[in-house]
């Protein structure tokens, strides 16, 4: 059986994430003990829900800067002492510490010296937690310091967990490559268990309850829930404000209810234990956080606010980025952070209207489906699996790293369906890309190990496109000796462009004996021809033609897009006919499918029409705007918008050109859509969509993704008239003479003005991505290249990992 320690600076019976961690690994199976402080009137040794709890004995005193200081250090030092003599009668094989302190991960230096895994579990950031209890300034000598012991602490352990997505991103880089996932800090569903009488409607008993749970500080906003009383008191009868806990100002806020004279409107409960706070709730009319603003409570997860929803409690809350990203305007409501008048304004509201409560409470129950312990549980537990996992159940894997230079995973979105397909089926995966903005170095997604280096500047011209190759090429070569040290790899897959990681390859080949997959995207040759205007007679063709027959001869197996490309690899690159796989672009409609349409993204016209993609060269966008000038200006239809959706390196010269055809007040450009339901909405919203790729060496061969993914939103399509484009939509589409703009425009309206015909085609369209080009059929063939590589042998698949929160992005 293996063994755990869990290690808290807190009082373990009133922590409820470490808690149910604990827990939820002593159901699975394992030994779990837990080191935390000692609380008056407990025993030092005691054994609850089958987790051996140790207590130590230090006094809880905390006023000043240096006390905190003192009784994190006292700590410490206790607690390094009980893992070094326990280091041979209990050995652990995994030691989970919790913040704060972050410094108490070194607690566990003798244990991880003789094999133990070692997980720092973030709850809040020291230094905005100081800056703001303390004032400190964000760049003093005191905050540096913070911020230097966090980022020594992250990268010391194996794995680092947080309590939420805002959170993640503001620890990304301090972790750097140590793995980062978020255990999202939400109630136990059967704890606190949601009434099948509607909160909302709670029992008349002449009084309307306030709940506020947590600590008793001044950062929680208090000070305003007591002066609102005071002016809600003769406007709302039996108001009464509950304050459940303990904390630094409890002292201070009993003088001020003492000297407003609300003794009798304000009731201050002593803490208790996690399972009483449910019949609070059920108790309660309105569950109130009304936090302060400033750097800590801007990246707080509020876990009392989760616990009020999850039971439909309505509840007012401090907007905050944190608290908008999980809790919407149905769901909570919301008031100014430090405004008396906005927080007693928005108690009054609910008070008055009932109506409001009831729908409020209705659509909690939207943040449960989305966001419950069962999901994060699930989640913890395959964190502590994989660090668990013994050297043999390591080796009986499949270990595949992939390689990808022109865009972030997972918003690469065929190399993302690729890693979990592999995932799902028992591979274990790792990934090497560039950065997004914002990314993490190092990111794990579904058990996909996503590590990234910082992306270079946007290259200009040839030398510009040299550098990025030969700094990604490096970077790339950097992290793959990393990862064949901590995870290894069996198979290296490359994607291109650049046709150069076949150098990688090579060594690997030569002193490991690992396989080389060609994952075929696009043609360099021919996308340098498009992207210069240059001709196949040039040095840089020649030279770009050479790398691609290196790489189709390095490969053990070639994976292509599409026929055409795999009679290129034939033709071209001298491969065999049955060493190359088709695994074509096809969105997964599992997730990836129609929802609402959203009016406003109309603009107030009655049609849009929806491009989704790249703003490069190849594109077409140029063409596109073309047809927009001719639909607008020589075919008067000024009742349509048209949304275009993306980036590229020819954004600002679209827009100028926008600007210089006068058809910018019938454009919108959003930018890129991370997001998958956002950008379902636009889709499911437009009447028509549009791919204006023009015809060239390079498109005619190309399969656009954008296709079979409008395809699967049920959406008509207008075509300029290429072999792969007629190949995946067929009736689903109509083809414009190819590079004709005006012929493209009047195709666009000749499908706005015929309803029936829009509807036929995107049926036809839903049904042939259902039918053939959807990723269920793609991912068949990406299995049987793997076979091939592996010489016809297949791991067993495992089952899913729980569902991470993504985003994605077409190209």
Known sequence: MKRICMVVQSYYLRDPRVRREAEALAREGYEVDVICLREKGLATHETVNGVNITRIPIARRRATIWRYMFEYSLFFCAVSLLLGLRLFARRYDLIHVNNMPDFLVFSTILPKLFGAKIVLDVHDPMAEVFMSKYGIRSRGATTRLLRWQERISLRYCHHVLTVSDVMRDRLAAAAGYTPLSVVLNVPDESLFERPEQDLSQRPPDGSFVLLYTGTISARYGLEVAIEAVAKLKDQIPGLKLRLVGEGDDL????????????????????????????????????????????????????????????????????????????????????????????????????????????????????????????????????????????????????????????????????????????????????????????????????????????????????????????????????????????????????????????????????????????????????????????????????????????????????????????????????????????????????????????????????????????????????????????????????????????????????????????????????????????????????????????????????????????MAMGKPIVSFDLTESRFSAQDAALYATPNDSAEFGDKVIELLDDPERRETMGEFGKARVADALSWAHSKLCLMQAYELAFGGRTPAPEPAAEPERVTSEVS
């Open 251 to 710: 002292p201070f806020l009993k003088e001020d209810v003492d000297r407003l004279g609300l003794a009798d409107y304000v009731e201050f409960v002593a803490p208790m234990p996690l399972s009483y706070i449910p019949g609070l709730i059920k108790q309660s009319d309105v569950g109130i956080s009304p936090h302060v603003e400033d750097v800590f409570m801007e990246l707080c997860f509020s876990t009392k606010v989760a616990e009020f929803v999850s039971m439909g409690l309505p509840t007012v809350a401090s907007r905050t980025r944190t608290m908008e990203h999980y809790f919407d305007d149905g769901m909570v409501r919301y008031c100014d952070a430090g405004s008396v008048d906005s927080f007693a304004e928005a108690i009054l509201e609910l008070y008055r209207d009932p109506d409001r409560r009831r729908a409020m409470s209705a659509r909690c129950r939207e943040f449960s489906e989305k966001w419950n312990w069962a999901t994060e549980r699930q989640r913890y537990l395959n964190v502590v699996a994989g660090l668990l996992e013994s050297r043999e159940e390591r080796a009986a894997k499949r270990k595949v790293l992939i390689l990808v230079e022109n865009l972030s995973v997972p918003f690469d979105r065929r190399v993302w369906a690729e890693s979990r397909a592999l995932t799902e089926a028992g591979y274990q995966v790792s990934v090497i890309c560039p950065t997004s903005p914002g990314d993490a170095l190092l990111e794990v997604l579904e058990n996909v190990h996503i590590y990234r280096y910082p992306a270079p500047n946007e290259p200009s011209g040839l030398l510009g496109y040299l550098w990025e190759f030969t700094y990604s090429m490096w970077s790339a070569f950097r992290l793959s000796r990393r990862i064949f040290k901590v995870r290894g790899f069996d198979v290296m897959q490359g994607c291109n462009p650049p046709d150069t990681f076949f150098i990688l390859a090579k060594f690997y080949k030569l002193f490991y004996g690992t396989k080389y997959i060609f994952d075929h995207h696009d043609l360099s040759p021919e996308l340098y021809s498009v992207r210069f205007g240059k001709t196949r007679k040039s040095l840089v063709w020649s030279a770009l033609i050479w790398l691609e027959r290196r790489t189709f001869r390095t490969a053990d197996v070639v994976i292509s897009t599409n026929e055409s490309f795999k009679r290129l690899a034939v033709e071209r690159g001298g491969r065999a006919p049955d060493s190359v796989v088709v695994v074509r672009n096809g969105p997964d409609i599992a997730r990836f499918r129609p929802v609402d349409p959203n009016p406003d993204f109309r603009k107030g016209r009655p049609y849009m029409v929806c491009y989704v993609g790249v703003m490069a060269a190849q594109d077409g966008l140029e063409y596109l705007l073309r047809a927009i000038d001719h639909a607008v200006h020589a075919r008067g239809r000024t009742d349509i918008t048209f949304t275009l959706i993306g980036s590229g390196d020819r954004l600002e010269s679209l827009k100028e050109l926008a600007a210089e055809l006068k058809i910018e007040d019938y454009l919108v450009f959003t930018g890129r859509i991370w997001n998958d339901e956002l950008l379902a909405s636009y889709l499911s919203t437009a009447d028509v969509c549009v791919a204006p790729d023009p015809r060239n060496d390079l498109n005619d061969k190309c399969t656009l993704i954008k296709i079979p993914e409008y």
